[in-house]
């Protein structure tokens, strides 16, 4: 159908142009001199303002609720008690995630191997820890005395040098390794995926150089990798923060820990102390999410042609592009 | 020129990586095992950091030989009782829970092991586990006796023996602005969601008026919450219109929520030991581990001179005594636990 | 003039699919060997076997009568250990079609990354390195990032960086393929200047032009087997073989 009908009751083009269906008295010429209007979106607007609304609502409560019991959450805020828990889901997290990175990778290594024996038991490895929960890891391991009342090496049916299981172990060193045995299975999954997205040829331009193969991992392929590793490991590290409120299990009080103990015994505390716990964990989340804005854009670099701007930069940019656009010319 | 700037970059990238991993490293490690310093000759201190629960008392007691002598060799090898908590994470005070000082694990439940620990002769370590753990603690070897409000089941013989040092008296918790009254009479229970712990004498108690309620055509819901903390958000919230509990529990959640935003009461107390078999509190070691004798010794000596008392008095559990202590009494039936 | 490849008996296959079946090539140290065929005629296969990226089911290749990549085992032939091979592929450089430049490095660090990993220490292969850039005529993108270059010039960085370790050989896959037209010229000029240095070359291409301008022999590929070789006045000019032929018509076209 590309026919063109022309309508007798509309005036053929007075400026000779090839446009139809031109209301009379228009000069298209002088239109195509000025900004084209942007189109509008009114239902976007009225779903922003019942966001908004709602928004207001709720902080609103956040004020007026006396449940929140704000004067106690800034009292238990800083305590000793809660700064004790929260040091303690910062080491078990941050042992943790070296531990699982660093077993990841070997866990990575071992699947994309060729040697069949180690590919098969890092995929079971995998499969084992991703499928059992992290809590039922937790409660194993801190009874492993019940399944293994004692630790040895030597030689099968020779000399044996044992201890007791848990005398060997503290609370600490169990919760470090059921975190981290169950995060070594996805950190290899992430390393993995990670590994396989790095272009087959640089594997064969870095063979091709006579780059020693341990060079080749950790200089060219790891370092790219980097860039797909590094936000999902950086979830991870997230993930594993969040984990750690499962450490009471073996006995182990961190944040979430210490709040729900002081909650018994300041019964009317309790909400405020939960408050307390979701702010620190808010803001070592956010403490992540910046330093993981700053690890992407250095691995970044070589991949994009222009970094993305810091937030600072942009706010200088923003700031400068403002003053150095003339008043006329800004339309919303 | 560009070269030397990469490389800085590249150290600073590291460098970040690093501390994100490694951020905090050096702190120092928080684990809620406890060892008490070593008491003052032949004095314990019991009711510390009690936040009102309890009245700080030293109590005057030493080593008793015979009753020493009768315990197992690696328990004496070792020099320490370890005794086992269940209060993770939430504590239920004032039997186990951590003192206002927000460290001390204290209540009147730790303060019977370190009395009976220094009848022994032996260095007390408090361990805190939750209450799973706590069993296993004592299956493992790694707890000796566990002092944690635990009630004396037949179904918890097959596997522990048990040395009974408390009675247990219920209560029923509701909002302060609700004027329900229990009343002694199970009726008024009628239509009603109560909270209460599972495995133990009161839920025994709750689930025979429920069926007797059920029996007349009327309805009870039990319900069950993991720790004291979700209890009491749920009463708060008016999930549920009332909890089940013990009453020394109670009556400290009564006390601290006078003056918060929701105040509580007791609307109603019921002796364990009423209608049926009681339900006794017991100190609970593995099964012939022959730990249960020296403990139930140690109780009986506490009581026969006096220590016993003291502690009952420090921590307001005068409606809990036992005139004795008995190596595994007869506990709640099989059926219910 | 003395041998520096020698290829025997030289035969691949990808399961059922056979895609060399005995080559035999030899070349001489110092000149250019220009490599024609189809797409799919065994080209790059045989010009990867050069350097072992590709392992061969049968047959050798020596570098100045040394074996690649495989030893003598009694009656056999052996793959060598990886780390030897990754020794033996230093005296042979490769230029690959898409660059494979890596993204992370500069420019510099891409070239001196293959000689500091030899053991060169890093000052000398820096210095070495600006020299081989100045070659290429890329002396002031030394901190520039591979992507921040034209492909032109990225392919002359992949040159510079196959010359830091000072091989006796150097291959090139097709090394314009992957350029836009008005960038071929530069790569071309920078491997004809190459030509006249003494080293050997061996470059499969699709520049007939650049063929009959800089090749001492050229060597035309079809189905796993060489079917002519000779001056490109020979091949190129006067084909014998009619598949020679149907070939040039369609590339001349």
């Known amino acids: ?332 | 020129m560009t070269t030397p700037t990469a490389k800085r970059l590249r150290t600073i990238g590291a460098l970040a990586t690093a501390a994100i991993l490694t951020a905090g490293l050096a702190a120092c490690t928080t684990s809620a095992d406890a060892t008490d310093t070593a008491a003052a000759s032949g004095t314990v201190t019991v009711g510390a950091f009690s936040n009102g629960a309890g009245t700080e008392t030293q109590i005057e007691v030493s080593t008793v030989d015979e009753i020493r002598t009768t315990l197992p060799q690696e328990v004496l090898d070792s020099g320490e009782l370890t005794i086992g908590i269940g209060a993770l994470p939430a504590g239920f005070p004032p039997l186990a829970f951590t003192g206002d000082d927000n460290e001390t694990l204290t209540g009147s439940e730790p303060d019977l092991g370190r009395l009976v620990a220094a009848v022994f002769g032996l260095k007390p370590v408090v361990s805190n586990a939750t209450w799973d753990n706590l069993f296993v603690g004592i299956d493992t070897g790694a707890t000796d006796v566990g002092f944690s409000n635990i009630t004396d089941t037949e179904k918890r013989k097959e596997k522990y023996d048990f040395a009974s040092y408390r009675g247990d008296n219920l209560a029923f918790q509701v909002l302060a602005s609700n004027d329900w009254e229990f009343d002694d009479d199970y009726e008024n229970l009628a239509g009603l969601t109560v909270a209460t712990s599972s495995g133990t004498n009161q839920e025994k108690i709750l689930l025979e008026w429920k069926s007797k309620l059920e029996a007349e055509g009327k309805t009870l819901d039990v319900v069950y919450f993991p720790d004291a903390n979700s209890i009491t958000l749920a009463l708060n919230s008016g999930q549920i219109d009332a909890q089940f509990n013990p009453n020394p529990g109670i009556a400290y959640q009564n006390k601290q929520s006078e003056d918060g935003a929701n105040p509580t009461r007791t609307a109603g107390i019921f002796s364990g030991a009423g209608e049926t078999l009681d339900g006794l509190i017991a100190a609970t070691v593995k099964k012939d581990s022959g730990l249960a004798e020296p403990v139930a010794a140690a109780i009986n000596y506490l009581i026969e001179n006096g220590q016993y008392e003291q502690w009952l008095d420090a921590w307001g559990l005068q409606d809990e005594a036992v005139e004795t202590s008995l190596v595994n009494p007869p506990g709640l039936p099989l059926d219910n636990s | ?253």
């Open chain 3, 1 to 253: 003039m003395s041998i520096a490849i020698d290829i025997h008996n030289a035969t691949k296959s990808y399961g059922d699919k056979t895609v060399l079946k005995g080559v035999d090539l030899t070349v001489e140290a110092g000149t250019v060997t220009v490599v024609l065929g189809p797409s799919g005629s065994g080209k790059s296969t045989l010009l990867r076997a050069i350097n072992h990226l590709e392992k061969l089911d049968e047959g050798y290749v020596a570098l100045n009568g040394e074996l690649i990549g495989v030893r003598v085992h009694g009656e056999r032939l052996k793959e060598r250990r990886e780390k030897d091979i990754l020794k033996q592929r230093s005296k042979i450089g490769f230029v690959f079609q898409n660059f494979n430049l890596f993204p992370h490095l500069t420019i510099l660090e891409n070239v001196t990354e293959a000689p500091i990993s030899q053991g060169v220490k890093p000052k000398d292969a820096r210095e070495h390195a600006r020299t081989l850039l100045a070659r290429v005529g890329l002396a002031d993108k030394e901190g520039a990032y591979p992507r921040q270059l034209s492909g032109g010039q990225q392919q002359r960085v992949a040159i510079a960086r196959a010359l830091a370790l000072e091989p006796e050989v150097i291959l090139f896959d097709e090394p314009t393929s992957a350029l836009d037209p008005e960038l071929v010229g530069e790569v071309l000029s920078v491997i004809r200047t190459l030509a006249g240095s003494g080293k050997t070359l061996i470059v499969v291409t699709h520049e007939i032009g650049f063929a009959r301008e800089v090749a001492d022999r050229v060597v035309f590929i079809d189905e796993g087997l060489i079917v002519e070789e000779g001056t490109p006045a020979e091949v190129l000019s006067n084909p014998k073989n009619r598949r020679t032929q149907d070939f040039l018509s369609k590339v001349l076209a």
């Open chain 1, 1 to 332: 159908m590309t026919a063109v009908t022309h309508r007798p009751d509309q005036a053929p083009p007075a400026d000779g142009t090839a446009v139809t269906g031109l209301p009379p008295g228009i000069d298209l010429k002088q239109l195509a001199e000025r900004k084209v209007l942007p189109l509008r979106h009114p239902v976007r607007w009225v779903i922003t303002a019942l966001v908004l609304v709602l928004l207001a609502n709720f902080a609103q409560t956040l004020f007026t609720n006396p449940s929140w019991e704000w004067a106690k959450v800034s009292q238990w805020f800083f305590s000793p008690a809660i700064l004790k828990g929260l040091q303690l889901t910062l080491l078990a997290t941050a042992i943790s995630a070296v531990v699982s990175f660093l077993g990841g990778i070997v866990v990575a290594l071992a699947r994309l191997s060729g040697n069949p024996v180690l590919s098969t038991l890092s995929w079971l490895y995998i499969w084992l820890f991703r499928s059992v929960p992290l809590i039922l890891v937790l409660i194993f391991l801190f009874n492993l005395g019940n399944l293994y009342p004692s630790v040895g090496i030597g030689v099968p049916f020779g000399p044996q040098l044992a201890v007791p299981t848990f005398t060997l172990l503290s609370p600490l060193v169990l919760g470090v390794i059921g975190l981290s045995l169950s995060e070594i299975a996805y950190c290899a999954e992430i390393v993995r995926a990670g590994v396989l997205a790095v272009d087959q040829g640089q594997h064969e331009a870095a063979k091709a150089l006579g780059i020693p193969q341990r060079r080749q991992f950790f200089r060219i392929v790891l370092p790219q990798a980097l860039r797909s590793i590094v936000p999902a490991f950086v979830n991870q590290i997230i993930g594993l923060i969040k984990a750690s409120s499962l450490l009471f299990y073996v006995s182990l009080l961190d944040l979430f820990g210490v709040a729900q103990n002081l909650g018994s015994t300041y019964p009317t505390d309790i909400i405020p102390l939960l408050v307390v716990a979701t702010l620190w964990y808010l803001i070592l989340t956010s403490a992540i999410s910046i330093v993981q804005f700053y690890i992407e854009r250095f691995y970044a670099r070589g991949s994009v042609r222009e970094l993305p701007l810091t937030p600072l930069q942009r706010i200088r940019r923003t700031v400068a592009g403002i003053r150095s656009t003339p008043q006329g010319n800004t339309i919303a």
